[in-house]
């Protein structure tokens, strides 16, 4: 079977060595997105120390930015939001962010819904609070 790689000239660029999507037949596998913006290490919502620990930060912020940066890759592969069938959640903090993230979540994914599950983890590879695996079709 054919597999094709994807990645995004407005998505921020992967952390480490792997595609932003690949392709497998007519679905489309998202690498895990954070909320950070392309070319700078700014993460809209996370104030940072000048150790780089996080200082405060801003679910709804984040979310919004993931949201974002999802459109781009898919966009990009040549999907889009309303054909996204699986999306996976992950959040550093259920116990504070799990309210805000889902109304916002809830906002986005008014017309389409598909499956999804949300998981609470104690870290990310950067300092965000959110991160969207994403399955979709093509």
């Known amino acids: 079977m054919q ?3 994807y ?3 407005q998505a921020p660029e992967p952390v480490g060595l792997y595609p932003h999507a690949r392709k497998v037949g007519n679905l489309l ?7 950070r913006e392309r070319g700078t290490k700014k993460i809209p919502g996370v104030e940072l120390n ?3 620990e996080i ?4 679910i709804e912020a984040q ?3 993931v949201f974002k940066n999802i459109r781009l890759i898919l966009e990009a592969s040549g999907s889009s939001w309303d054909k996204i069938v699986d999306v996976t959640v992950f959040l550093t903090n259920m116990a504070d962010d799990f309210k805000t993230y889902n ?10 819904q598909p499956c999804r599950t949300t998981v609470e983890i104690n870290c990310l590879p950067t300092p965000i609070g959110i991160e969207l695996k ?3 079709t093509v």
Request: contains cysteine.
């Open 3 to 5: 597999q094709e790689k």
């Open 7 to 9: 990645n995004s000239e």
């Open 29 to 35: 596998f998202l690498s895990g997105v954070g909320p």
């Open 50 to 52: 000048e150790a780089g």
């Open 55 to 58: 200082v405060s930060y801003d």
């Open 63 to 65: 979310c919004h930015s």
């Open 103 to 112: 109304r916002i979540y809830a906002e986005y994914f008014k017309d389409n």
């Open 134 to 136: 994403v399955i979709a």
